[in-house]
């Protein structure tokens, strides 16, 4: 007797997946950060908030994190507001009105506003006291210092194009003498902070420390923490707590969101740079091998991780399907043959025609905004995977991201919608 041949799946229909979704927290003024959250209590009556953050709607802006890190750490209730960045797109009438020159963050305390990171930061510590050393302390202000040395030697390899390999080279011997130099201030203290315990000093570094990691492995094809292993053990602290892993970035969001930014960022073009760039953009995650020595992360994948990358998808779902280059109803089916994969493990095929729809919104996940660092490599993987079953193309590109703007990721559609099972706004 012939056999036959196993019929590929039917993609689950919505009602099936949001069966399968984990339930979307309904208060997030309490528990681990959240980069959806409007409000923070920490268990306090929201009469105490005295502050209110205003910071980029999509979890970009460097200044930003160090503040919202901050108020995160000394648990102060505080309220957010969340602005858009001026190379994202226009900046919102309201916020420009209260802060002309639309400078991210800025800081509401006691009706007093305040610009400038530095400044938010001294003026929190003397409201509520500091987080550690106190930012004008003797032994914070050289590192202060230091973490600027770091930030202009990482621009200068970074954002100026080299002439040529040995210029190439001095741009890596002199961002890596400095960061030799951070590791050895990691190195003299004893656990793996920089002054003992984790303060307002390892805050300054944790935003363009983290997206150096990234861009550095994008561009130039440089691993930070393998290369400098004490680096390594303060993100390895870093993430053990909550309050870091709710607004922690991964490699494919800054390695695409920082060129706008920064005005340019030059990749190397040896093989080892294009390998690691063609890995953080198509998989496979983790882009290094073992587990162990993931350059992204210490943190090993939750059980829910699949589940609340869903959650999300679906949140989301109208706006997702109406802004994909294949329209609302061509791109229906290829997302759920995408989530099937994602929650099931099996290959669904989409129609064909559907690779560049799914690797359109594959390119478009942030993180932390839209999700968490596992869920996203999850949701990459799913869409990647449906994408190279499209029997037409398979190999069909989504377009291009952006490297003067992202409007490309303009959250007005997304906050302009109610919220309804189908999708709707954060």
């Not at 950060?33 to 802006?61: I, K, M, N």
């Not at 990647?384 to 291009?400: I, K, M």
Request: hydrophobic share 35%; aromatic share 8%; glycine share 8%.
């Amino acid at each position: 007797m012939a056999g036959s041949a196993t019929m590929p799946p039917e993609p689950m229909d919505w009602g099936a997946l949001a069966l399968a979704a984990s339930p979307l927290p309904s208060d997030r003024t309490a528990g681990p950060a959240s980069p959806q959250a409007q409000l923070r209590l920490f268990g306090r009556p929201e009469a105490e908030v005295r502050v209110t953050l205003y910071r980029d709607h999509h979890a970009w802006c460097p200044y930003c994190q160090k503040v919202w890190l901050w108020l995160e750490e000394k648990r102060i209730p505080y309220r957010i507001r969340k602005v858009t960045m001026f190379c994202y797109g226009q900046k919102e009438p309201w916020y420009t009105k209260q802060v002309p020159s639309g400078m991210l963050p800025a800081l509401e305390l006691d009706g007093r506003l305040i610009t400038e990171s530095d400044r938010i930061l001294e003026a929190l510590e003397q409201s509520f006291g500091s987080l550690g050393e106190a930012m004008q302390s003797s032994r914070a202000l050289p590192l202060r210092q230091l973490e600027r040395q770091l930030f202009r030697a990482w621009c200068q390899w970074l954002c100026v194009p080299a002439r040529g390999a040995a210029e190439e080279a001095r741009g890596r011997e002199g961002f890596d003498r400095w960061a030799e130099r951070f590791a050895t201030a990691l190195d003299a203290q004893p656990g793996a902070f920089l002054l003992g315990d984790l303060g307002t000093v390892d805050l300054i570094f944790v935003p363009y420390v983290e997206r150096m990691n990234a861009s550095l492995a994008y561009y130039k094809g440089y691993l930070l923490r393998e290369r400098h292993p004490a680096i390594d053990r303060w993100f390895r602290a870093l993430e053990e707590r909550s309050t870091y892993l709710g607004t922690q970035s991964d490699f494919h969001t800054h390695a695409h969101d920082l060129p706008p930014q920064m005005g340019g960022c030059y990749a190397s073009g040896t093989g080892e740079q294009r390998d690691l760039a063609d890995r953080i953009d198509a998989g496979p995650w983790p882009i290094v091998a073992p587990p162990g020595a993931d350059p992204e992360t210490s943190q090993s994948e939750p059980d829910d991780a699949a589940s609340v990358a869903l959650a999300r998808v679906l949140r989301h779902r109208g706006t997702l399907l109406a802004r994909n280059p294949l329209g609302a109803e061509g791109f229906e089916r290829p997302l759920r043959c995408a989530l099937t994969r994602l929650i099931t493990g099996l290959d669904c095929p989409p129609p064909p025609g559907s690779a560049r729809g799914l690797r359109y919104l594959r390119d478009r996940i942030s993180v932390p905004r839209d999700m968490p660092l596992h869920a996203a490599r999850l949701l990459r993987r799913s869409l990647e995977a449906t994408a190279r079953l499209d029997p037409a193309d398979p190999s069909a590109a989504g377009e291009p991201i952006p490297v003067q703007h992202r409007r490309d990721q303009d959250p007005s559609p997304f906050l302009a919608i109610t919220s309804r099972p189908s999708g709707g706004g954060p």
